[in-house]
């Protein structure tokens, strides 16, 4: 078995024999050197079996060289072939045309042999030193993709941890943090065609509010459970303790920021969510009483699917209401509890708000 390097084949396109017959012998000893005597042939041996180079003289009948150049450069599977143009013709404005339609060099006749061989070689290892640019830049982005999908899965990961740890502390709610992470998808989906929302409810925003909806409540797991898992109404000193799960979310989430030194897209977002998913938009709400847009977005994408779905699940102070007066409630909140415009979004994609509830149902849903 041999282990002789392939040679580079180089394709020497010339009507005049005499031109081929120096120019083969000038490269032969070094290279695979096919020969053309036409621009049509010449583009059929490409087609046929691309080379790593072409030297291609200018002046030749039926089509000259600047053609064959023009069509290998409008066919993707042969653009990127070096051309190097050999030809008798000396003037500016010929090197220029040359230039400008993708030739990467210009040789003159008569041929000088230490030129036509510098020349090739070094184009040669150019081309070999941009293949080994691109192989390692795929190599490179391969890396950069696996470790991207390693973070975003540690992300995932991470986010369902705590959201499943929040929900074993409040086993009342079921299926509530997987519904209300879908209801917020559908209302930002929805929201992305009014121009106020536009710019900021982006595809990749709207994964983010997706993955960091599920732990609005993670800050329950800090409230004691004689009033966490009270079987009954709480009273005004038990509410006040329960509200303060908003804070302690968001204490978390700022320890975690403040400890990486720098501000992470999605923990903002939990961060958000935690805080202030108990806001109303006329200023009624709690941790702060905060009022219309000084709510951020995601906290009021949170407050109606917070809501919703508190609506038409069954709590030990309340049945399960019917859809329809969930709807019905929300609509009433326009403009008080509610971002009027979320209102109207929602409303146009209720229907999709039940498809949701009926897919990730518990058995007490209505």
């Known amino acids: 078995m041999t282990n002789e390097k ?26 695979t050197v096919a020969i053309a005597t036409s621009g049509q042939e010449a583009l059929q041996i490409v087609a046929d079996d691309p080379p790593d180079m072409i030297l291609l003289d200018i002046m030749m009948p039926e089509m000259d060289g600047y053609e064959v150049l023009r069509r290998l450069k409008d066919d993707g599977e ?16 010929d090197e220029t045309k040359g230039f400008d339609l993708g030739a990467v060099d210009y040789i003159t006749k008569p041929f000088s042999l230490p030129i036509v061989k510098a020349r090739v070689q070094t184009h040669l290892a150019l081309i070999q030193a941009q293949h080994q640019l691109e ?14 999908q390693e973070l975003i899965l540690t992300r995932d990961v991470t986010i369902n941890a705590l959201a499943s740890l929040a929900e074993t502390r409040d086993n009342e709610t079921g299926n509530h943090i997987r519904r209300t992470q879908h209801y917020v998808r559908l209302l930002a989906e929805r929201l992305r065609d009014y121009p106020k929302f536009r710019d900021f409810l982006d595809v990749a925003t709207i994964e983010l509010l997706f993955k960091s909806a599920p732990l609005h409540d993670m800050g329950k797991v800090g409230i004691p459970d004689n009033i966490l898992l009270k079987p009954g109404k709480l009273t005004d000193e038990e509410f006040a303790v329960m509200k303060t799960h908003t804070t302690l ?21 939990i961060q958000e969510i935690a805080y202030t998913h108990h806001e109303k938009w ?47 409630i929300i609509a009433e909140g326009k403009g008080n509890h509610f971002d009027p415009d979320m209102v109207e979004a929602f409303l146009e994609i209720a229907d999709s708000f039940r498809d949701v509830a009926r897919t990730f149902s518990d058995d007490h849903l209505e």
Request: proline content about 6%; aromatic content about 8%; overall charge negative.
């Open 282 to 328: 006329d200023g009624s709400g709690y941790p702060e009483g905060l009022r219309g847009e000084g709510i951020p977005v995601s906290g009021r994408l949170m407050a109606i699917a917070d809501v919703y779905d508190a609506l038409i699940s069954k709590r030990v102070y309340k049945p399960a209401f019917p859809h329809e007066k969930a709807v019905a």
């Open 78 to 93: 042969t653009l990127n072939i070096p051309v190097i143009f050999i030809t008798a013709m000396v003037e500016v404005d």
């Open 249 to 269: 979310g968001r204490d978390a989430i700022t320890i975690s920021v403040g400890s990486l030194g720098n501000g992470v897209s999605f923990l903002q977002y």
């Open 135 to 148: 192989k390692h830049n795929h190599f490179l982005e391969e890396k950069v993709a696996e470790r991207t």
């Open 6 to 31: 392939k040679k580079p084949i180089i394709l020497v396109v010339d009507d005049m024999p005499v031109n081929l017959k120096v120019l083969v012998t000038i490269l032969s000893h070094d290279y």
